[in-house]
């Protein structure tokens, strides 16, 4: 069995700041969210957040620190399966790329971000190393996993692409036009 494990951050993107006020960049994110348990329905869903967000099929895991690594940490001890750790502002993500992922779980399976990031990560459950989210995260997930003689894979996918900055908007208005994505962005939040 694998449980997700999906990092949400309702004060998040920061980066958007000067082109969405701070309501508009909840709304994203909320609907990032909500879309995202769509996508993973029927899946052992597990939250790891700082908010205070309404019960829903999920079970939530709070952040006291402000810090994703120890989050996860503290994930990782209430959780006995394999886990895929993804963030939420991925608004084109769909089942089948997670159940590709699922595929074959058995070793550590990384995807990366277009900013160097990490969309995503598989860890067997046994599987001991100290997550690397943040900045370049995907080098140094890597770099930690080759010292370790981790043995992992490399996935690759536009629909493992987030949204951080006015960049990434553009570039899903361009070429994810016919998104639920797209179409939130236009109708909620209007054009850039």
């Known amino acids: ?37 769509k996508v993973l329905e029927g899946l052992p869903v597990y939250v790891v957040t700082p908010d205070d967000l309404p ?26 399966d394999d886990f895929l750790i993804l963030p939420c502002d991925l608004p ?38 100290e997550t690397q989210f943040g900045e370049d995260s995907f080098r140094k997930h890597l770099k930690l996993l080759e010292k370790e003689s981790v043995e992992y894979e490399i996935y690759e996918s536009d629909n493992f692409r987030d949204i951080d900055t006015k960049e990434d908007i553009v570039w899903a208005l361009e070429h994810k036009r016919v998104s639920e994505f797209s179409e939130f962005i236009r109708k909620e939040l209007g054009t850039l």
């Open 1 to 37: 069995m694998v449980s997700i494990l999906l990092l949400v951050k309702l004060n998040g993107k920061q980066r958007l700041f000067n082109i969405f006020t701070e309501e508009q960049r909840r709304k994203l994110i909320l609907f990032l969210f909500e879309r995202m348990l």
């Open 92 to 129: 084109f993500l769909e089942r089948e790329d997670v159940d590709f992922l699922l595929r074959n779980k058995m070793k550590v399976k990384i995807v990366s971000s277009q900013d160097g990031g990490t969309s995503a990560l598989i860890l067997p459950v046994d599987t001991e190393i």
């Open 55 to 80: 019960p829903g099929r999920y079970t939530i895991i709070r952040d006291e620190w402000g810090d994703i690594n120890k989050a996860v940490a503290k994930a990782r001890t209430c959780m006995r």
